[in-house]
């Protein structure tokens, strides 16, 4: 349990980290050149450290399903998705309902167990917990004070203003 | 309403792509399933890459080496989620993942790391971290 909370925090981290790197990416190039970079990055280092913990078992894949090759789609689902999202929402907005589907489909997946998985029985607490969790994505993203995104030129000093407007 | 429903369906494919990638891992182990999807996901890309011809090539100049890079963690995070979904279903694992992000996301933009401009944090944001810890607590009751 402990582990299982601690690994999902270290995706959390990550996955911080690697928005802010892609942004940094994509102010320079365009949100496909990003994408294609990203999971090249994401394949070559899944493919080494498999290669390290697994050696030649790498490319022994049993049981492998035809739909799994496609599951990769996904990934391109969610950026198509998400450019469009923020360019008609803004990104506060946008990210703020992204997070809260997240953990709609979290717990709809739970407690359906699709495709397999176990299935963790429903239960109110479940429900609240969602929902106070929602409300404090919400508070987090609307609740103002962290100018988000809007206008980043108004709240930059001079000079960052300047690289801003270079963008 | 339609950029409504385009974040809703962002927020549904992250979390099936993490169902999607525990299944598969279930099957083919989960270095292999990280690396396949990485993989279609990326021949995709390419493919609508070379006819949406976004962007400039030589903008991947102007980046600092690093940020190059930010794909490669993918591999952790797609293990780290499988194997958190695996152990603990994927309310919570969503859950803790999120609160994790959002911290950090919170801590770089308040100390300006990463060359990102600094922001002032108030207290709605401090509150916000508390009520969705608050939330994982009433989610392990």
Same mark, same amino acid.
């Given at each position: 349990?402990?582990?299982?909370?601690?690994?999902?925090? $270290?995706?959390?981290?990550?996955?911080?980290?690697?928005? $802010?790197?892609?942004?940094?990416?994509?102010?320079?190039?365009?949100?496909?050149?990003?994408?294609?970079?990203?999971?090249?990055? &994401?394949?070559?280092?899944?493919?080494?450290? &498999?290669?390290?913990?697994?050696?030649?078992?790498?490319?022994?894949?049993?049981?492998?399903?035809?739909?799994?090759?496609?599951?990769? $789609?996904?990934?391109?689902?969610?950026?198509?998705?998400?450019?469009?999202?923020?360019?008609?929402?803004?990104?506060?907005?946008?990210?703020? $309902?992204?997070?809260?589907?997240?953990? &709609?489909?979290?717990?709809?997946?739970?407690?359906?167990?699709?495709?397999?998985?176990?299935?963790?029985?429903?239960?109110?607490?479940?429900?609240?917990?969602?929902?106070?969790?929602?409300?404090?994505?919400?508070?987090?993203?609307?609740?103002?004070?962290?100018?988000?995104?809007?206008?980043?030129?108004?709240?930059?000093?001079?000079?960052?203003?300047?690289?801003?407007?270079?963008? | 309403?339609?950029?409504?429903?385009?974040?809703?369906?962002?927020?549904?494919?992250?979390?099936?792509?993490?169902?999607?990638?525990?299944?598969?891992?279930?099957?083919?182990?989960?270095?292999?399933?990280?690396?396949?999807?990485?993989?279609?996901?990326?021949?995709?890309?390419?493919?609508?890459?070379?006819?949406?011809?976004?962007?400039?090539?030589?903008?991947?100049?102007? /980046?600092?080496?690093?940020?190059?890079?930010?794909?490669?963690?993918?591999?952790?995070?797609?293990?780290?989620?499988?194997?958190?979904?695996?152990?603990?279903? /994927?309310?919570?694992?969503?859950?803790?993942?999120?609160?994790?992000?959002?911290?950090?996301?919170? /801590?770089?933009?308040?100390?300006?790391?990463?060359?990102?401009i600094k922001q002032k944090m108030r207290l709605p944001q401090f509150i916000g971290i508390g009520l969705m810890i608050a939330g994982v607590i009433i989610?392990?009751?």
């Amino acid at each position: 349990m402990v582990i299982g909370l601690i690994l999902a925090m $270290i995706a959390g981290a990550l996955v911080s980290l690697q928005n $802010i790197f892609n942004t940094k990416v994509n102010q320079h190039t365009g949100s496909w050149s990003t994408t294609t970079l990203v999971l090249g990055m &994401g394949f070559i280092a899944s493919l080494v450290m &498999g290669l390290i913990f697994e050696g030649a078992d790498m490319f022994t894949l049993r049981h492998m399903e035809l739909w799994y090759w496609f599951s990769g $789609i996904i990934g391109v689902g969610v950026v198509i998705c998400l450019v469009q999202a923020t360019k008609l929402l803004g990104a506060t907005y946008a990210i703020s $309902i992204v997070l809260t589907a997240q953990l &709609g489909t979290a717990l709809l997946w739970d407690s359906l167990g699709w495709l397999g998985l176990e299935k963790v029985p429903f239960t109110w607490n479940q429900l609240i917990g969602v929902l106070v969790i929602v409300g404090g994505i919400l508070v987090f993203k609307l609740g103002g004070g962290n100018g988000t995104d809007e206008e980043p030129a108004k709240n930059a000093k001079p000079k960052q203003r300047k690289a801003l407007q270079a963008k | 309403m339609r950029g409504i429903i385009f974040a809703i369906l962002a927020g549904a494919c992250i979390t099936l792509q993490g169902v999607a990638n525990a299944r598969i891992s279930q099957d083919i182990g989960t270095w292999q399933a990280a690396t396949v999807t990485q993989f279609t996901g990326f021949i995709l890309a390419l493919v609508i890459l070379l006819f949406a011809r976004d962007g400039r090539k030589q903008g991947f100049k102007e /980046v600092k080496p690093l940020y190059l890079f930010g794909g490669a963690f993918a591999a952790i995070i797609i293990f780290s989620e499988v194997t958190a979904i695996q152990n603990i279903g /994927v309310t919570l694992s969503i859950s803790a993942l999120l609160i994790a992000q959002l911290f950090l996301t919170f /801590v770089i933009d308040s100390r300006g790391w990463f060359g990102v401009i600094k922001q002032k944090m108030r207290l709605p944001q401090f509150i916000g971290i508390g009520l969705m810890i608050a939330g994982v607590i009433i989610l392990k009751l």
